[in-house]
């Protein structure tokens, strides 16, 4: 049913259950999978104004990747690893459409409700807005 699924994380360790669901999407349906990171660019400020800082998020990012990386491989699927500089809703929205992807599986986080109106502005919100292809968020 899904032969391509994009896993956008942060890097962070609330992405663990997303990458785990994923994981067992991919195997299920031997799908190929994209793991995506973007590396939100600062407001204002152009990559080219700060190459070396970048440069370093960048490096960063791709060795996390790879790490992510290593239970798919095991598991004997296909795996590609983007890593681009940009808003994160607007790249992973633009990268569902260019690469044909069929499920985009992403952790989400609780919204508080006293912090009013907060939250509608998340990523995992504007994916699901603007994504033509199913999500699927984990919590």
């Not at 992973?92 to 409700?113: E, F, Q, Y």
Request: net charge positive; glycine share 6%.
């Amino acid at each position: 049913m899904f032969a391509h699924i994009l896993i956008p994380i942060d890097l962070s360790e609330r992405n663990t259950r997303a990458l785990q669901t994923a994981l067992a999407l991919a195997e299920q349906n031997r799908a190929r999978v994209t793991l995506l990171h973007v590396v939100q660019e600062v407001e204002g400020i152009r990559p080219r104004e700060m190459r070396p800082f970048y440069d370093r998020l960048l490096e960063t990012s791709r060795r996390r990747l790879a790490d992510a990386a290593r239970a798919f491989v095991v598991s004997g699927l296909s795996v590609r690893m983007r890593v681009v500089v940009g808003d994160p809703a607007r790249e992973i929205v633009r990268l569902t459409t260019g690469a044909r992807v069929d499920l985009v599986v992403m952790g989400s986080h609780k919204i508080n409700p006293a912090r009013s109106g907060r939250g509608w502005g998340t990523t995992s919100y504007k994916v699901g807005i603007f994504c033509q292809c199913p999500i699927l968020l984990v919590k």
